[in-house]
């Protein structure tokens, strides 16, 4: 695709300065702010976003409140066209938008593409799903002394005006996972992308807009969360919020907003028990997989492992020798680097650290890595691990696996669903039955059998419990969210 599909986004210096979407062009803010953002891998600088004033917001919420009945009004099948238009810019895009991403948030190759493929898929999942929901009408006799004579016409209508909000490690497949269901239910969306990330997500709204979003549809303000996030959330156009990011930042929306529906996917701090009889080669893979993947810091990254000693004494040394091939810490864009990179910022690598050193000081011991470098952390695995230490008790985002000794699965259990934490866990197990009996007791969003915590594929259920989330998504469950059922019942006269 040629770059000039990009030229409104941004002015042409080196570093670019972005511009804002207030719904009918790209412009710079009255604010005269911006704010800088370097690349994790080399602290080179990407670009700079706009911090938007709170007239400006005002502007765009006005705007969005506007146009929502007309674009509610619009037949479902044009809405539904305009996305899977967005889909096919973003293939068009996809060697462009994979190389942004891995330079803004320091993703491997690997996982910088498949984000951006896995985004095209699911806005034309998504697109075709919605076309399948239906409402329905129901009968007043049905219930006991009730006669023929009413109906119930129960429909899925738009909440209004949507306030997105997307996290860092996702900045493109997670906002499109809301911006899309959001839409296509009949809402109109206003954007908060996440600051470092944030470029990745202009593109992808102008790629929405490309596809020809009617104007005050779809708008995206930026600037950092702490200066605009409370004036966005609490404003009174505001009729839904729907947010990925951290649980701390999670309840501080949660407690501001007051009564409007909240779509919240926040904190992971998952844990895998493993069982004596689990097939200990595969299930070491998919801890590597699970804990390592984009340097742990994904909501669903494994963060500690629970077994007997003697599980665990069998199982740690072939991890260890798997990681040997399958991990390797460098620039991301090296072919050569497997797994871990740099994670985002020295701050975060530094809060990482602290809570390796808080654990390795009560007595855990790091069994690889165990030192960071900048912003690079080594993969490291912590074996007498005790579980009110932080790096068990706190979502550490980076990677980090901790090993805890636990005397029985009764024991495992409840280490897990003490936790303030429930997005996921995973059960290691040959015996699926046992595996099964366990996830019942276990208070999590999903529970995997044999397989690490993970979102996909993006048309499962995917919650979280606790700090974890409020509400469902995937797919459906997304479009259903993202709206509500209204009845009209129409009474036959007496
Ligand atoms: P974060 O610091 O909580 O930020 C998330 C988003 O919220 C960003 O866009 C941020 O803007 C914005 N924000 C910050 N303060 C706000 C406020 N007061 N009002 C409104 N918005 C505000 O999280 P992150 O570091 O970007 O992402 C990592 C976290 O997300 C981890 O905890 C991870 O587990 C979680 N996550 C969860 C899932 C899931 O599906 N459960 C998926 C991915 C990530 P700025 O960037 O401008 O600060």
Same mark, same amino acid.
């Given at each position: 695709?040629?770059?000039? %599909?990009?030229?409104?986004?941004?002015?042409? =210096? %080196?570093?670019?300065?972005?511009?804002?979407?207030?719904?009918?062009?790209?412009?710079?803010?009255?604010?005269?702010?911006?704010?800088?953002?370097?690349?994790?891998?080399?602290?080179?600088?990407?670009?700079?976003? =706009?911090?938007? %004033?709170?007239?400006?917001?005002?502007? /765009?919420?006005?705007?969005?409140?506007?146009?929502?009945?007309?674009?509610?009004?619009?037949?479902?099948?044009?809405? /539904?066209?305009?996305?899977?238009?967005?889909?096919?810019?973003?293939?068009?895009?996809?060697?462009?938008?994979?190389?942004? #991403?891995?330079?803004?948030?320091?993703?491997?190759?690997?996982?910088?593409?498949?984000?951006?493929?896995?985004?095209?898929?699911?806005?034309?999942?998504?697109?075709?799903?919605?076309?399948?929901?239906? &409402?329905?009408?129901?009968?007043?006799?049905?219930?006991?002394?009730?006669?023929?004579?009413?109906?119930? !016409?129960?429909?899925?209508?738009?909440?209004?005006?949507? @306030?997105?909000?997307?996290?860092?490690?996702?900045?493109?497949?997670?906002?499109?996972?809301?911006?899309?269901?959001?839409?296509?239910?009949?809402?109109? @969306?206003?954007?908060?992308?996440?600051?470092?990330?944030?470029?990745?997500?202009?593109?992808?709204?102008?790629?929405?807009?490309?596809?020809?979003?009617?104007?005050?549809? #779809?708008?995206?303000?930026?600037?950092?969360?702490?200066?605009?996030?409370?004036?966005?959330?609490?404003?009174?156009?505001?009729?839904? @919020?729907?947010?990925?990011?951290?649980?701390?930042?999670?309840?501080?929306?949660?407690?501001?907003? &007051?009564?409007?529906?909240?779509?919240?996917?926040?904190?992971?701090?998952?844990?895998?028990?493993? #069982?004596?009889?689990?097939?200990?080669?595969?299930?070491?893979?998919?801890?590597?997989?699970?804990?390592?993947?984009?340097?742990?810091?994904?909501?669903?990254? !494994?963060?500690?492992?629970? $077994?007997?000693?003697?599980?665990?004494?069998?199982?740690?040394? !072939?991890?260890?020798?798997?990681?040997?091939?399958?991990?390797?810490?460098?620039?991301?864009?090296?072919?050569? %680097?497997?797994?871990?990179?740099?994670?985002?910022?020295?701050?975060?690598?530094?809060?990482?650290?602290?809570?390796?050193?808080?654990?390795?000081?009560?007595?855990?011991?790091?069994?690889?890595?165990?030192?960071?470098?900048?912003?690079? /952390?080594?993969?490291?695995?912590?074996?007498?691990?005790?579980? =009110?230490?932080?790096?068990?008790?706190?979502?550490?985002? $980076?990677?980090?696996?901790?090993?805890?000794?636990?005397?029985?699965?009764?024991?495992?259990?409840?280490? !897990?669903?003490?936790?303030?934490?429930?997005?996921?866990?995973?059960?290691?197990?040959?015996?699926? &039955?046992?595996?099964?009996?366990?996830?019942?007791?276990?208070?999590?969003?999903? /529970?995997?059998?044999?397989?690490?915590?993970?979102?996909?594929?993006?048309?499962?259920?995917?919650?979280?419990?606790?700090?974890?989330?409020?509400?469902?998504?995937?797919?459906?469950?997304?479009?259903?969210?993202?709206?509500?059922?209204?009845?009209?019942?129409?009474?036959?006269?007496?």
């Amino acid at each position: 695709m040629p770059e000039e %599909t990009f030229t409104p986004l941004s002015d042409t =210096q %080196t570093p670019p300065t972005y511009r804002f979407f207030n719904g009918k062009e790209w412009v710079v803010s009255k604010s005269g702010k911006t704010t800088e953002l370097k690349s994790p891998i080399d602290g080179e600088i990407v670009g700079k976003l =706009q911090l938007v %004033t709170h007239d400006e917001i005002d502007a /765009v919420l006005e705007k969005a409140k506007q146009v929502q009945p007309l674009w509610e009004a619009t037949p479902l099948h044009q809405r /539904v066209k305009v996305m899977h238009l967005t889909a096919d810019w973003i293939r068009h895009m996809e060697d462009y938008c994979t190389s942004l #991403l891995m330079r803004e948030i320091g993703k491997t190759t690997g996982d910088a593409k498949s984000e951006i493929v896995r985004t095209a898929d699911l806005i034309d999942y998504i697109a075709d799903e919605v076309i399948s929901l239906r &409402g329905e009408t129901l009968d007043s006799d049905n219930f006991p002394g009730f006669e023929k004579g009413r109906t119930a !016409i129960v429909e899925w209508v738009a909440h209004g005006v949507v @306030v997105c909000i997307a996290p860092f490690n996702y900045p493109v497949n997670l906002s499109a996972s809301k911006i899309v269901p959001a839409l296509l239910m009949g809402n109109t @969306v206003v954007f908060k992308p996440p600051t470092q990330g944030g470029i990745s997500a202009l593109h992808l709204a102008q790629l929405f807009i490309k596809a020809g979003l009617p104007e005050g549809v #779809l708008s995206v303000v930026t600037g950092s969360g702490e200066e605009i996030g409370d004036y966005l959330v609490t404003h009174k156009h505001v009729n839904m @919020v729907a947010f990925t990011g951290s649980s701390d930042v999670g309840v501080h929306i949660a407690t501001k907003t &007051g009564m409007i529906p909240l779509l919240f996917e926040c904190g992971g701090n998952n844990p895998t028990l493993v #069982l004596p009889d689990a097939d200990m080669e595969p299930t070491a893979r998919e801890i590597i997989k699970g804990g390592f993947s984009y340097s742990g810091q994904r909501c669903t990254a !494994i963060k500690y492992v629970l $077994g007997t000693q003697s599980t665990l004494d069998t199982l740690l040394p !072939i991890i260890l020798a798997n990681m040997k091939d399958t991990v390797v810490m460098g620039d991301p864009r090296s072919p050569e %680097t497997k797994l871990v990179g740099p994670v985002i910022s020295e701050a975060a690598a530094a809060k990482v650290q602290a809570a390796v050193d808080e654990a390795v000081k009560g007595g855990a011991e790091a069994v690889a890595g165990g030192h960071t470098k900048g912003n690079y /952390v080594e993969p490291t695995l912590l074996k007498n691990v005790k579980p =009110q230490m932080n790096v068990v008790a706190t979502e550490v985002f $980076g990677p980090v696996i901790s090993f805890i000794p636990v005397a029985s699965i009764d024991e495992a259990i409840s280490i !897990i669903n003490t936790s303030t934490y429930g997005l996921q866990a995973s059960v290691f197990t040959k015996d699926e &039955g046992t595996g099964l009996v366990i996830a019942k007791k276990i208070n999590v969003g999903t /529970v995997q059998i044999n397989g690490s915590p993970q979102r996909g594929p993006d048309h499962f259920p995917f919650m979280g419990v606790k700090h974890s989330g409020l509400g469902v998504q995937g797919v459906r469950y997304s479009l259903e969210a993202m709206s509500r059922l209204k009845s009209t019942v129409i009474n036959k006269p007496s």
